[in-house]
């Protein structure tokens, strides 16, 4: 059984930064990848980054694309997500993701989840 567990969430001004950490436990992943998606009240869950797990390639969503950077650590099976720059309009609760096979930028690209970590940012 594969677990995600978020951490690093929190409040901060517009401007400010946080970095989100993922750590997968059950199995390790060599292949597939993880990601983060986030969601709004009132929105649908939408794509922010998502690394390779073997290549290291990353993806990101053009809102988030020259502030937020994604980057992973194999040996502790944990993906990060720094972010800078942020905006009142980034405030969501952000959701790790992982699939052991896709790299996709859709939901349904990855096989398990995380609970969620609150991100407010104030203006």
């Known amino acids: 059984q594969v677990q995600l567990e978020e951490s690093g969430g929190g409040l901060v001004q517009a401007g400010g930064s946080l970095r989100l950490s993922c750590t997968a436990s059950?199995?390790?992943?060599?292949?597939?990848?993880m990601g983060w998606f986030r969601q709004a009240p009132g929105t649908e869950r939408e794509f922010v980054t998502t690394?390779?797990?073997?290549?290291?390639?990353?993806w990101y969503a053009s809102s988030v694309k020259g502030r937020f950077t994604i980057s992973r650590d194999n040996a502790k099976n944990t993906v990060y997500l720094q972010m800078n720059g942020l905006k009142p309009e980034d405030t969501a609760v952000y959701y790790c993701?992982?699939?052991?096979?896709?790299?996709?930028?859709?939901?349904?690209?990855?096989?398990?989840w995380g609970q969620g970590t609150q991100v407010t940012v104030s203006s």
């Open positions: 690394i390779a797990w073997d290549t290291g390639s990353t």
């Open positions: 059950g199995r390790t992943f060599s292949s597939g990848a």
């Open positions: 993701a992982a699939d052991q096979l896709r790299i996709g930028v859709t939901l349904n690209e990855y096989a398990y």
